[in-house]
C-alpha cells in the first residue's frame, strides 16, 4: 500500500486552552464510536465513546460530538494540560464487530 | 489482573525465526481482539475471538499468521518465518461481551532484523 510516512495531523495548542479533534469516519452503518489516547510506547488508552442514537457525550473534561449527517466525530478537551499530548484516534465500530481505527492526531501541548 | 497483559513487550527475531506473542486478557472477557501496529499509523485488525472461537481471521495478512484461544482465555499470536515487514506493535484488547468498551494491552514491539 500507500507508505504515508510517520506525519500525522498535528494540533499544538497553549497548556489551558481548549483543543478539538476532528475524525471523518467511513461507514455510515456504524453504530458505536470511541476515542483513544496513545502515549508514546504504550497501547491505546480508552477515553469515552458514543453510541449512534446520541449527539453528544460528556466526560470528565472530555466531550464526544457525533454528526451523522456527515459522518463527522470530534472530541473536544478542556483545559488542555501537558499530560494529555499524545495521538488520538477516533475508531468506529458496526454491529459489535470489530473497530476499525482513523488515521490518528497528534496533540502537543505546550506549558 | 486489573488490566490486559502482553508478553513479551519487545522482541528481536531474526528473518525466518518463529515468535509466539501471548495476551492475557481482562479476567471475564468473552472477547479478544488481536490488532497490528506500523509505526505512526492506527491499529489494523487481525483477528477476533468469542471466548476460544476464533469468529473472524481476515486481518491477518498471511498465512504465516496464527492465532489460538484453547480455554477461551489466554490467547497467543504465532508468526512463523518472520520478514522484516513483520516488523511491528501488535495489540491485543479484550471486551467484557459484543458491543462493550474494548481495552487495550501495552503491546508487543516485534522488530525483524
Known amino acids: 500500500g500507500e507508505n504515508v510516512g510517520l506525519h500525522l495531523p498535528t494540533l499544538s495548542v497553549q497548556e489551558g486552552d481548549n483543543s478539538i479533534i476532528n475524525c471523518a469516519y467511513s461507514?455510515?452503518?456504524?453504530?458505536?464510536f470511541i476515542w483513544y489516547k496513545q502515549e508514546s510506547g504504550k497501547g491505546p488508552q480508552f477515553i469515552i465513546d458514543?453510541?449512534?442514537?446520541?449527539d453528544k457525550r460528556q466526560g470528565q473534561r472530555v466531550t464526544v460530538l457525533l454528526n451523522k449527517t456527515v459522518k463527522h466525530l470530534s472530541l473536544q478537551i478542556a483545559a488542555t494540560q501537558p499530560g494529555d499530548s499524545a495521538v488520538y484516534f477516533c475508531?468506529?465500530?458496526?454491529?459489535?464487530?470489530?473497530?476499525?481505527f482513523g488515521k490518528g492526531t497528534m496533540l502537543l501541548v505546550s506549558p | 489482573g486489573a488490566g490486559v497483559s502482553q508478553s513479551p513487550r519487545y522482541k528481536v527475531a531474526k528473518r525466518g525465526q518463529d515468535v509466539a506473542l501471548r495476551c492475557d486478557p481482562i479476567?471475564?472477557?468473552?472477547?479478544l481482539f488481536w490488532y497490528q501496529q506500523a509505526l505512526g499509523q492506527g491499529p489494523e485488525f487481525l483477528t477476533y475471538?468469542?471466548?476460544?472461537?476464533?469468529?473472524?481471521k481476515s486481518g491477518l495478512p498471511s498465512d504465516r499468521f496464527f492465532a489460538e484461544r484453547p480455554e477461551g482465555s489466554v490467547s497467543t499470536l504465532k508468526i512463523q518465518r518472520t520478514q522484516q515487514e513483520d516488523s511491528a506493535v501488535y495489540l491485543c484488547?479484550?471486551?467484557?461481551?459484543?458491543?462493550?468498551?474494548?481495552?487495550f494491552g501495552e503491546g508487543s514491539w516485534l522488530t525483524v532484523v
Open positions: 475508531a468506529e465500530n458496526m454491529r459489535g464487530s470489530t473497530l476499525t
Open positions: 461507514n455510515s452503518a456504524s453504530d458505536y
Open positions: 479476567s471475564g472477557h468473552v472477547s
Open positions: 475471538f468469542q471466548n476460544e472461537a476464533q469468529l473472524d
Open positions: 484488547a479484550s471486551s467484557l461481551a459484543t458491543g462493550n468498551t474494548i481495552y
Open positions: 458514543i453510541r449512534s442514537n446520541m
